[in-house]
T-cell receptor
Framework: SQELEQSPQSLIVQEGKNLTINCTSS?????LYWYKQKYGEGLIFLMMLQKGGEEKSHEKITAKLDEKKQQSSLHITASQPSHAGIYLCGAETGANNLFFGTGTRLTVIP | NAGVTQTPKFQVLKTGQSMTLQCAQD?????MYWYRQDPGMGLRLIYYSASEGTTDKGEVPNGYNVSRLNKREFSLRLESAAPSQTSVYFC????????????FGEGSWLTVV
């Protein structure tokens, strides 16, 4: 069965600092999704990666998928309090399913 | 910008009671899903409907039933609620198939006492 491990489980950073969240799969990833969740709210889609070596950016957030398609990273540059929340990676395990990691809780201290 | 709408947002049930969580999407999506989220467990798929008229079990279907009422609506029913079903429930939808983004509702907080 698919396993997705996210690290770290929680992260506290000072505003303005850069940070990286990792997502490692036990199997080859055919589609890797990143979502952000704020407490009490739903999941907001950030980015989706499919090809080995692919990299996508949106504002100050960059996601990469390694060449072997078993690891993805999410990098935030110059973090802001608005970046705080839980970041979840999800892997496609079938045409109609996403299997999720347990999440990384990010706190940004002003 | 409705997207995926689920109701109710909060509910407290007594053990043994039944209830239905409602979900509707306005994006003309083919596929709809119900997930539950528990601390330390991440999101787990309960049931999904790949298209109108079909439903399939996900990872944790026991204790739940679903109905794909039409293309827009997908409901989740707890026939006899148990404390183990205390969780946050998320409905989601997508065009279906590989590589299509799954969009989530805002969640329903259910407590079973």
């Amino acid at each position: 069965s698919q396993e997705l491990e996210q690290s770290p489980q929680s992260l506290i950073v000072q505003e303005g600092k850069n940070l990286t969240i990792n997502c490692t799969s036990s199997k080859t990833l055919y589609g890797l999704y990143w979502y952000k969740q704020k407490y009490g709210e739903g999941l907001i889609f950030l980015m989706m990666l499919q090809k080995g070596g692919e990299e996508k950016s949106h504002e100050k957030i960059t996601a990469k998928l390694d060449e072997k398609k078993q690891q993805s990273s999410l990098h935030i540059t110059a973090s802001q309090p608005s970046h705080a929340g839980i970041y979840l990676c999800g892997a496609e395990t079938g045409a109609n399913n996403l299997f999720f990691g347990t999440g990384t809780r990010l706190t940004v201290i002003p | 910008n409705a997207g995926v709408t689920q109701t109710p947002k909060f509910q407290v049930l007594k053990t043994g009671q039944s209830m239905t969580l409602q979900c509707a999407q306005d994006m003309n999506h083919n596929s709809m899903y119900w997930y539950r989220q528990d601390p330390g467990m991440g999101l787990r798929l309960i049931y999904y409907s790949a298209s109108e008229g079909t439903t399939d079990k996900g990872e944790v279907p026991n204790g739940y039933n679903v109905s794909r009422l039409n293309k827009r609506e997908f409901s989740l029913r707890l026939e006899s609620a148990a404390p183990s079903q205390t969780s946050v429930y998320f409905c989601a939808s997508s065009l279906g198939g590989w590589g299509n983004t799954i969009y989530f509702g805002e969640g329903s907080w259910l407590t079973v006492v």
